[in-house]
């Protein structure tokens, strides 16, 4: 989920259906992972984290999977709800270092 | 607790004027971030506090921006002179540690005419 320039990567996910919105990171060095959800004029809203001694993890309707090898995480919404609609972040915290975030994918719930 | 507070919500003001925004963190958060937002940057970190300190200030752009945090529940960012180029929403955000999760404030969205 990166963007290009000032348009938003967008997913656009039938009500009911599963989202997967996927992140590419940098730092193989990085060491905790954070899912953020932000609606139109809000602040980003935490939703899910992981650390990198763990693969997946698991919230209420949420799954974060981390795939160390290709640095890869992934955010996995069950049967979506217009809610949900919202753009997600991925953010990478580096030890010893600032914590950085992704430019977002916008997810568009279809009715 | 009210979460992470911010003001004021909307600022519109025009170049050259002096600008601070205000953030009350949740209390007992020793950690304080400030970021700005803009569609074609995303979501940059400015600045960060830890027990009111700043810890890492690389990401303010120029010296026209200044942080300061002169207790544990209030801090300010400033520009001075502001810039078109600075309209954007700021946002603050506040944790119990460094590594921990983030409580984001609804942001100054700002208007530099």
């Known amino acids: 989920g990166e963007s290009v320039g000032l348009h938003l990567p967008t997913l656009s996910v039938q009500e009911g259906d599963n989202s997967i919105i996927n992140c590419a990171y940098s730092n193989s060095a990085s060491d905790y992972f954070i899912w953020y959800k932000q609606e139109s004029g809000k602040g980003p809203q935490f939703i899910i984290d992981i650390r990198s001694n763990m693969d997946k993890r698991q919230g209420q309707r949420v799954t974060v999977l981390l795939n160390k090898t290709v640095k890869h995480l992934s955010l996995q919404i069950a049967a979506t709800q217009p809610g949900d609609s919202a753009v997600y972040f991925c953010?990478?915290?580096?030890?010893?270092?600032?914590?950085?975030f992704g430019k977002g994918t916008r997810l568009h719930i279809l009715p | 607790d009210a979460g992470v507070i911010q003001s004021p919500r909307h600022e519109v003001t025009e170049m050259g004027q002096e600008v601070t925004l205000r953030c009350k963190p949740i209390?007992?958060?020793?950690?304080l971030f400030w970021y700005r937002q803009t569609m074609m940057r995303g979501l940059e970190l400015l600045i960060y506090f830890n027990n009111n300190v700043p810890i890492d200030d690389s990401g303010m752009p120029e010296d026209r921006f200044s942080a300061k945090m002169p207790n544990a529940s209030f801090s300010t960012l400033k520009i001075q002179p502001s810039e078109p180029r600075d309209s954007a929403v700021y946002f603050c955000a506040s944790s119990l540690g460094r590594e921990e999760t983030q409580y984001f404030g609804p942001g100054t969205r700002l208007l530099v005419l």
């Open positions: 953010a990478e915290n580096r030890r010893d270092d600032k914590i950085i």
């Open positions: 209390s007992g958060h020793d950690y």
